[in-house]
């Protein structure tokens, strides 16, 4: 398993931005590097799912509810993902969470709480 350390959740009114990093601590950048890496969402009474993702190989997908507004990134030298959320709706109000995965584990971030409303 690999240590997942999300940062930046919080509260933004419709219409905000806010930007989602999720670090991978103590892996080395090979490993990084070879993993499947993603970011979900839970909202209350709802089941997880797929928010954008960007696999080992560099392709990049997207759920439609965000596309055109999130932009998955990630920085290999800091073995971290982000995801940018802009044009923020009160309907994207859930838990994030980050998962990192490859043949051998697959590995959740705690999560980070995305509130939008005025």
């Known amino acids: 398993q690999v240590q997942l350390v999300e940062s930046g959740g919080g509260l933004v009114q419709p219409g905000g931005s806010m930007r989602l990093s999720c670090k991978a601590a103590?892996?080395?950048?090979?490993?990084?590097?070879?993993?499947?890496k993603g970011w979900y969402r839970q909202a209350s009474g709802k089941q997880r799912e797929l928010v954008a993702a960007?696999?080992?190989?560099?392709?990049?997908n997207y759920a439609d509810s965000v596309k055109g507004r999130f932009t998955i990134s990630k920085d290999n030298t800091r073995k971290t993902i982000y995801l940018q959320m802009d044009n923020l709706k009160p309907e994207d109000t859930a838990i994030y969470y980050c998962?990192?995965?490859?043949?051998?584990?697959?590995?959740w971030g705690r999560g980070t709480q995305v509130t939008v409303s005025s």
């Open positions: 103590r892996s080395i950048l090979s490993t990084f590097t070879g993993f499947d």
């Open positions: 998962n990192m995965a490859d043949r051998y584990t697959n590995s």
């Open positions: 960007i696999t080992s190989e560099g392709n990049i």
